[in-house]
């Protein structure tokens, strides 16, 4: 009876980790298992019918039942970090990333070293569960505990599925199971062209315009990763970032710039990004479906705008390490990758170029005097998880490429990440800063975030929002702006009229094409 007990313990602690369905956080749940219950109920069907389980049969079980807690675990952890629900289909490949981000937080060796740990520990807790159910298959061999059993098991089940039943019971893991089914088939049908749910978003009338008004400049689409409102709203972050943004705007000033920012809702939060660049430049707000389906098309996006203005159309997106073919849907006639860019310095952050040398590199490339007409998107990814090691921002930009005096130091802590996120910022700030005085007259240069940092920085509960701002020397380029309502300077009040990334390409076409004004 006591590896019984034990094996109740065990099975109800697998279950514990949930996610509060309020807040979006990690929360010990003490309410049973439906599934523990089910399971119990099972067992005591077999019993009672003088039948037990196979040795194998109890370890496939067993591992049922650990994947069905990692998958409660994991899907609570994503909806408290990025505020939306798990999905299989996209998420898992996700996962050479995020073993590589906690490779670079802990370190080879110690990343290995735990992954052993974590191997040896779900075998380890395969054979526990699978202990635990022949214990409780020999407890249950008395026709009375499996009568009694039998009863209890089924009572709190029928219980848990009357109205607030619930209270009593933890079905979340079922509940996980469910969905995860329920977003793999959905996904198959969508897929296959048998879910035509996404049909009108890409029928609907695209947005039209020549760009006429910005015939001859040049203009840059600058991304600045995780760059969130939370950054100007939490007082404690506001503290350490206006200073920085005031010091960026004074540097624009200083080469000529006006300035004038506001705010934009981003389809995604914490992470995601290629989404939010794909929602600005189609005027669609976009989930990883629609993405897909929308490559496949000939809806316009803004790089084909700008190439058929004649405008010569580039993407600079340092974080891209294979090959990338929807690039031509998206209208770029060049790009430059990791592999592009030549970096062979000190590793910074999760994508090891920093921001500036690769802003010195586009420069090289694609700014000498004469060259035509631009429009260059380009990712910031220095303030990407988990922003450490934070490069240094060198005053000279001719030694961007060597940092002789700077090696990289201080790995993330992924536990506290709200300074190394400010002080990535920071850095992009003080480069974009130091960036604008290099660019040719007239340009028209657009910075944004894409999505706000993860739970952890941010909080579970923040709005989905991003700071944009425009600059340019050229104040006929701002009006337009103001026009739309955004204000003058670097900090864009709050706002409950706040529109989201999808609008953006439809009044940028609107207010730059002939007949705007």
């Known amino acids: 009876m006591i590896g019984a007990a034990l094996g109740l313990l065990l099975l109800w602690a697998l279950f514990v980790p949930s996610i509060d369905p309020w807040t979006q956080r990690v929360v010990i749940d003490p309410r049973p298992s439906a599934m523990a219950l089910a399971l119990l109920a099972v067992l005591a069907v077999l019993a009672l019918t003088g039948r037990r389980m196979s040795r194998g049969a109890r370890v ?16 609570a952890t994503v909806a408290g970090l990025l505020d939306r629900p798990l999905d299989l289909y996209f998420d898992l490949p996700q996962v050479p990333s995020l073993v590589g981000l906690f490779t670079q937080a802990l370190g080879p060796w110690r990343a290995g070293g735990a992954a052993i740990l974590a191997v040896l520990g779900a075998i380890a807790l395969v054979a526990a569960i699978a202990a635990a159910i022949g214990a409780w298959e020999r407890a249950l061999a008395r026709r009375g505990i499996a009568i009694a059993a039998l009863g209890l098991s089924v009572a709190a089940l029928a219980i848990g599925i009357l109205p607030r039943g619930d209270e009593a019971l933890s079905f979340a893991a079922t509940d996980a199971l469910a969905d995860q089914g329920a977003r793999l088939v959905h996904a198959a049908a969508v897929m296959n062209g048998l879910d035509h749910r996404y049909d009108s978003a890409l029928a609907a009338p695209a947005p039209a315009g020549d760009l006429a008004a910005l015939a001859g400049h040049d203009v840059f689409l600058v991304f600045v990763e995780s760059y969130g409102t ?35 809702v981003s389809p995604v939060f914490g992470a995601g990004s290629w989404l939010a660049h794909g929602t600005l430049a189609s005027g669609l707000k976009l989930d990883p479906f629609l993405d897909r389906l929308l490559v496949a098309s000939d809806r316009p996006t803004l790089g084909r705008f700008f ?7 580039v993407a600079v997106m340092p974080g891209i390490k294979k090959p990338w073919p929807e690039a031509r849907f998206w209208g770029f006639a060049q790009d430059y990758f990791a592999a592009d860019l030549a970096y062979a310095g000190p590793q910074f952050g999760w994508f090891d170029i920093p921001d500036q040398y690769t802003l010195a ?31 240094p921002y060198l005053a000279d930009w001719r030694v961007t490429g060597a940092y002789p005096d700077e090696p990289a130091t201080g790995a993330a802590d992924l536990g506290h990440l709200d300074r190394p996120y400010l002080d990535s910022l920071a850095y992009d700030f003080a480069t974009l800063g130091g960036w604008l005085p290099r660019l040719p007259e007239g340009a028209l240069v657009i910075i944004l975030g894409d999505h706000q940092p993860p739970g952890l920085v941010s909080g579970a509960t923040a709005p989905w929002t991003v700071p944009i701002h425009v600059l340019s020397r050229d104040p006929a380029l701002l009006a337009p702006f103001a026009k739309d309502g955004y204000m003058e300077g670097v900090m864009p009040p709050r706002s409950d009229k706040v529109k989201g990334m999808e609008s ?5 076409l609107a207010e730059f094409s002939t007949g705007s004004g």
């Open 60 to 75: 496939a079980l067993a591992a049922f039942f650990l994947v069905a807690a990692l998958l409660q675990f994991v899907a």
């Open 230 to 264: 939370v950054a100007l709203d939490d007082p404690a972050d506001r503290a350490v970032i206006a200073p920085t943004l005031q010091n960026f705007a004074a540097a624009a000033q200083a080469a000529g710039y006006g300035i004038r920012s506001s705010r934009l």
């Open 307 to 313: 190439g058929a203005a004649g405008h010569r159309v």
């Open 361 to 391: 590199r586009f420069d090289e490339r694609e700014l000498g005097p004469g060259h035509a007409p631009l429009f260059a998107e380009i990712v910031l990814v220095s303030s990407h998880t988990p922003f450490a090691p934070v490069p």
């Open 504 to 508: 953006f390409l439809g009044q940028f």
